[in-house]
């Protein structure tokens, strides 16, 4: 059983697409955590949420607590944005990940 | 750069053997998390400590240690190591106990065990 699903696995869109990415989750939680991977191995936090939404420049995240439902939207993709998308999950004393969204932008 | 460093990039080593992963973690966090990245399962949580004490353990095997020293640096030890420990081995750093922080991950450490 897995605690954190994500959607979809694979998503490739052409540059200028709005993307969504979905995290759902099955566990109470202390809060939630975007990563970005890219190709070369490194992880960098993009958001952490504990409640409603957050914006960074073309990234969105939102947060619904009660349906235990995440969303990472990307504005105008690019294909600088290309990289595995990882939702994880804060508990108390644990950390729960998804299996990672790979998003390919083609120019 | 998020200030988290960790050495070595790789490591090649038979099994059977020990090695031993480094973490410094950014300067002022006090907590430092460990994970594993395999192809087959993904991200794992490993283990958190905060300022010296293990705080919270994961999907951490009896043959793997960690400790966080005096001066917040961290080490993970792994034995008698066996072909399914190749992975990413990702420290992160946060300032507080809580998973509510922001964390900063290393670069990694890409273990492979011939």
Redesign the interface.
């Known amino acids: 059983k897995n605690e954190v699903e994500q959607s979809p696995q694979n998503l490739t869109a052409q540059e200028g697409e709005f993307i969504t990415i979905n995290c759902s989750y099955s566990v109470g939680?202390?809060?939630l955590?975007w990563?970005q991977q890219h190709p070369g191995?490194?992880?960098?936090?993009l958001f952490?949420l504990?409640s409603g939404k957050k914006k960074h420049g073309r990234l969105i995240a939102t947060i619904n607590i009660q349906e235990k439902h995440s969303s990472l939207h990307i504005t105008a993709s690019h294909p600088r944005d290309s990289a595995v998308y990882?939702c994880?999950v804060?508990?108390?004393?644990?950390?729960?990940?998804?299996?990672?969204t790979s998003l390919t932008v083609i120019p | 750069d998020?200030g988290v460093t960790q050495t070595p990039k790789h490591l090649i080593t038979a099994t059977g053997q020990r090695v031993t992963l480094r973490c410094s973690p950014r300067s002022g966090d006090l907590s430092v998390?460990w994970?594993q990245q395999s192809l087959d399962q993904?991200?794992?949580?490993l283990i958190?400590y905060y300022n010296g004490e293990e705080?919270?353990?994961?999907n951490i095997l009896e043959r793997f240690s960690a400790q966080q020293f005096p001066d917040l640096h961290s080490e993970l030890n792994l034995s008698s190591l066996e072909l399914g420990d190749s992975a990413?081995y990702?420290c992160?750093s946060s300032a507080g106990l809580?998973?509510?922080?922001?964390?900063?991950?290393g670069?990694?450490t890409?273990l492979t065990v011939t």
């Open positions: 939680i202390s809060a955590h990563l191995g490194g992880i960098v936090s952490m504990s990882i994880a804060g508990t108390r004393n644990q950390f729960y990940f998804g299996t990672g | 998020s998390y994970y993904g991200l794992q949580f958190q705080r919270a353990k994961g990413l990702f992160a809580q998973t509510y922080y922001e964390q900063y991950f670069p990694g890409r």
